[in-house]
């Protein structure tokens, strides 16, 4: 295979970076999950929803958009979805801050020579947690847990040689204690190969639905009345919560294979991102491949709070009718220590 570094889109990634610095001047302080003077803060429940997935996209802190070309494409861009025309398998655990887990399980299959579709399982859980009250602040021997999970059909198909789409349908749960919410929700993907310099462009919006409402035994009460009333009658009766949205976010994503040869191979990217309770984010990564075997993968984020900096290492194996792939990130934050996540990919040929 003869080597080629395309200067183009080396060009187009440096044009883009200067073309966002001044959006990111423009913010005004705000940042990412504290929504810096607490802008759009608390406008949406389901924030399980908002925590990547996958340690080879996390390596390059989220700029995946655009390349979106394994399974993981499901949560970043599920067009990606397109691009798997044989059996794809991944699982993903991450070991979240305060010790929570956050897990990712799905898997692709091919309908035909353009279509693929996709099951996919997400959940974060934070184990038992105590009940602790004014009185008894160190916990009444009681204890609750939050729960929260999404599973997910997607399908996707390339249109053109150039441009595919994709769709995830959506159940989502969110649940604590005795109370819960259930909704359905969409995610629509695009994606565009230019042909000029290889470079490939992604578009997404998550999220799409109507707003949820906790139920539960936990909101059933019982009034006795007023002490010392001749009219106390026992009633039953149930709280009602307010409505909430789950995290609207659009992505939009352009990145390049600026190098190939037969040992080496290289792709750079950088994505846009914005939700609909926190300010605009972006994130430039890069993956490095040597020898289609060992992957350096290392990204930084920006306009977020507590992530920046990210990096990630991926062993490769291919044989036969199987391919295989472990891939690690590491995502410190500032303040809340690291984030680790690791990811198991297979491939059936």
Avoid at 147 to 159: W, Y
Avoid at 167 to 196: H, L, M, P, R
Avoid at 331 to 337: C, D, K, V
Wanted: aromatic share 10%; proline share 3%; net charge negative.
């Amino acid at each position: 295979m003869k080597k080629y570094i395309r200067p183009v889109a080396c060009v187009a990634f440096m044009a883009a970076g200067i073309l966002t610095s001044p959006l990111m001047a423009q913010n005004d302080g705000a940042t990412g999950s504290s929504g810096g003077a607490f802008k759009k803060v608390g406008a949406s429940g389901g924030q399980f929803l908002k925590i990547p997935v996958g340690a080879r996209a996390t390596g390059m802190a989220g700029a995946f958009n655009a390349i979106s070309d394994d399974v993981t494409a499901i949560y970043w861009n599920p067009s990606g979805l397109s691009k798997l025309r044989t059996v794809n398998a991944n699982v993903t655990y991450n070991r979240w801050i305060a010790d929570f887990t956050h897990n990712f399980a799905a898997i692709t299959a091919p309908i035909g020579e353009n279509y693929t579709i996709a099951l996919s399982a997400l959940s974060f859980s934070t184990g038992d947690i105590p009940v602790t009250t004014l009185d008894r602040p160190e916990g009444n021997g009681s204890t609750y847990s939050v729960n929260d999970f999404a599973l997910g059909l997607s399908f996707a198909g390339r249109i053109t040689e150039q441009f595919s789409v994709g769709v995830n349908a959506k159940y989502v749960q969110n649940g604590f204690s005795n109370v819960a919410s259930n909704g359905v929700v969409f995610d629509v993907g695009t994606a565009y190969e230019t042909g000029i310099q290889g470079i490939r462009l992604g578009f997404s919006v998550h999220n799409l639905g109507s707003d949820q409402q906790f139920n539960g035994q936990d909101l059933n009460v019982n009034n006795s009345g007023t002490p010392g009333s001749s009219t106390n009658t026992n009633t039953n009766q149930a709280l009602i919560t307010n409505e909430f949205s789950l995290p609207l976010s659009f992505r939009a994503g352009i990145a390049s294979e600026v190098l190939n040869d037969e040992t080496n191979n290289l792709q750079v990217a950088l994505d846009f991102e914005t939700f609909s309770d926190t300010p605009e984010q972006f994130a430039l990564g890069a993956e490095y491949t040597w020898s289609n075997l060992l992957i350096v993968r290392g990204g930084y984020r920006l306009g977020h709070d507590e992530f920046g900096l990210a990096g990630g290492l991926g062993l490769r194996y291919e044989g036969g009718s199987f391919g295989g792939q472990v891939d690690y990130s590491i995502n410190p934050t500032s303040n809340l220590g690291l984030v680790n996540r690791i990811s198991l990919a297979f491939t059936l040929k």
